[in-house]
């Protein structure tokens, strides 16, 4: 029963991320950007930590869930805003993951447990809640780099980096400097953490 219902949570998590209008090809096929996200996210936490609990788990496919609801630029584009989209954000990917969670059966102590993670409520002293932080650093170093540094002031790309670097587990930073960086990736990581 628990691996059917943690099975359901996963394919109703995937479905509503699915729904990104928003694509991106790999390998010349179009996924909803959503959708990748969360399974490049599974992907990292089981490389962090490959005997990840349910929770955990549930947290990662559902850290974003329904993210393109509320768009950047429905905030003032400050760093106030910015920061208040993130934090509606939050509880936003929390509250929709627990009504999944909900319907497809899950008690009340997991709910509890998987909207903690997603809020990030333990960060600096909840083991699991580091492991998830250091994933969300390495999808961003892995898949989003380069497009960040597209449109992103090299000045401003380098605080980035800085408070990313910041952010990560010592195990995190060691898979991160094995990634597989561009010349101009590897000097801006360089110039940002040395």
């Given at each position: 029963?628990?691996?059917?219902?943690?099975?359901?949570?996963?394919?109703?998590?995937?479905?509503?991320?699915?729904?990104?209008?928003?694509?991106i090809?790999?390998?010349?096929?179009?996924?909803?950007?959503?959708?990748?996200?969360?399974?490049?996210?599974?992907?990292?936490?089981?490389?962090?930590?490959?005997?990840?609990?349910?929770?955990?788990?549930?947290?990662a496919?559902?850290?974003?869930?329904?993210?393109?609801?509320?768009?950047?630029?429905?905030?003032?584009?400050?760093?106030a805003?910015?920061?208040?989209w993130?934090?509606?954000l939050?509880?936003?990917?929390a509250?929709?993951?627990a009504?999944?969670?909900?319907e497809?059966?899950y008690?009340?102590a997991?709910?509890?447990?998987?909207?903690?993670?997603?809020?990030?409520?333990?960060?600096?002293?909840?083991?699991e809640?580091?492991?998830?932080?250091?994933a969300?650093?390495l999808?961003?170093?892995?898949?989003?780099?380069?497009?960040?540094?597209?449109?992103?002031?090299?000045?401003?790309?380098v605080?980035?980096?800085?408070k990313?670097?910041k952010?990560?587990?010592?195990v995190?930073?060691?898979?991160?400097?094995?990634?597989?960086?561009?010349?101009?990736?590897?000097?801006?990581?360089?110039?940002?953490?040395?």
């Amino acid at each position: 029963m628990n691996g059917m219902r943690f099975s359901e949570a996963i394919r109703r998590f995937d479905e509503e991320n699915g729904r990104d209008p928003h694509l991106i090809v790999v390998d010349g096929v179009a996924q909803p950007h959503e959708l990748l996200y969360a399974r490049r996210l599974t992907e990292w936490v089981l490389r962090l930590q490959p005997n990840a609990s349910k929770p955990l788990l549930l947290a990662a496919r559902s850290q974003h869930i329904c993210r393109w609801l509320v768009p950047r630029s429905s905030y003032e584009m400050t760093r106030a805003g910015y920061l208040r989209w993130r934090n509606d954000l939050k509880h936003l990917h929390a509250k929709k993951s627990a009504e999944i969670l909900r319907e497809v059966g899950y008690d009340e102590a997991t709910i509890a447990r998987v909207v903690e993670l997603n809020l990030k409520k333990g960060l600096g002293h909840d083991q699991e809640c580091q492991v998830l932080e250091d994933a969300l650093c390495l999808v961003t170093l892995q898949y989003q780099l380069a497009d960040l540094m597209e449109k992103t002031d090299p000045d401003k790309m380098v605080g980035i980096l800085r408070k990313t670097w910041k952010k990560m587990s010592d195990v995190a930073r060691a898979h991160a400097l094995a990634l597989p960086f561009t010349e101009a990736e590897s000097a801006l990581l360089e110039q940002a953490v040395g």
